[in-house]
């Protein structure tokens, strides 16, 4: 079996289908993997799997973070 193909069969996500549903690249994902803050499964020599529930709760973590950074920007040119 392939590694994309023991991807899916696991029902794991790739590292291209999370890049698609947070509209960032690849290699984004490779860094959030790397860092730590994306939870993956190696398989085989260059293939992550991401589990759904995994991405959920990095979703969660990502959003909550982004917002809070977000909101305490001030705001340029505005008094």
Do not use: N
């Amino acid at each position: 079996m392939t590694a994309p193909g023991a991807i899916k069969s696991r029902g794991l996500l790739s590292t291209g289908e999370v890049a698609e549903k947070m509209s960032v690249h690849r290699s984004t994902v490779w860094q959030w993997i790397s860092s730590g803050a994306l939870k993956a499964q190696k398989i085989g020599p260059k293939y992550m799997g991401i589990k759904p529930s995994d991405l959920a709760e990095f979703e969660r973590r990502y959003v909550q973070d982004v917002g809070s950074a977000a909101a305490s920007k001030p705001k340029k040119g505005r008094k």
